[in-house]
């Protein structure tokens, strides 16, 4: 099974700046939209951020202007800078990228594990 490798949650006070990271195994191409989602306990699961192939991202309303997404893609990376950190942030965040394997050509999604973010008063 892929599995995308996640890093850079922990915890940090308010006001405070993570950097989050996801990187795509090396068999993967044709590499589409890339983001990352999050959810709290007790919540569903939302949309943080997405950047397509021309760099072009979205955010949900609750993080724009704190929050950055970015990739790489010679390394078939995406980061999150999130900066000015609330409380309310704190929640596990997933990535998510859109892509082909050896082993399905289509493209699919692909989850990472997911990593912790928590962000005290």
């Known amino acids: 099974q892929v599995r995308l490798v996640e890093s850079g949650g922990g915890l940090v006070q308010a006001g405070g700046s993570l950097r989050l990271s996801c990187a795509a195994p090396?068999?993967?191409?044709?590499?589409?939209?890339m983001g990352w989602y999050r959810q709290a306990p007790g919540q569903q699961r939302e949309l943080v951020a997405e950047?397509?192939?021309?760099?072009?991202?979205k955010y949900t309303e609750f993080v724009k202007g704190r929050f950055t997404i970015s990739r790489d893609n010679p390394e078939n990376t995406v980061y999150l800078q999130m900066n000015s950190l609330k409380p309310e942030d704190t929640a596990v965040y997933y990535c998510?990228?859109?892509?082909?394997?050896?082993?399905?050509?289509?493209?699919?999604?692909?989850w990472g594990q997911g990593t912790q973010v928590t962000v005290s008063s």
């Open positions: 998510k990228i859109v892509g082909s394997t050896w082993y399905k050509e289509i493209p699919s999604e692909y």
């Open positions: 950047i397509d192939r021309d760099d072009s991202p």
């Open positions: 090396r068999n993967m191409w044709r590499i589409s939209v």
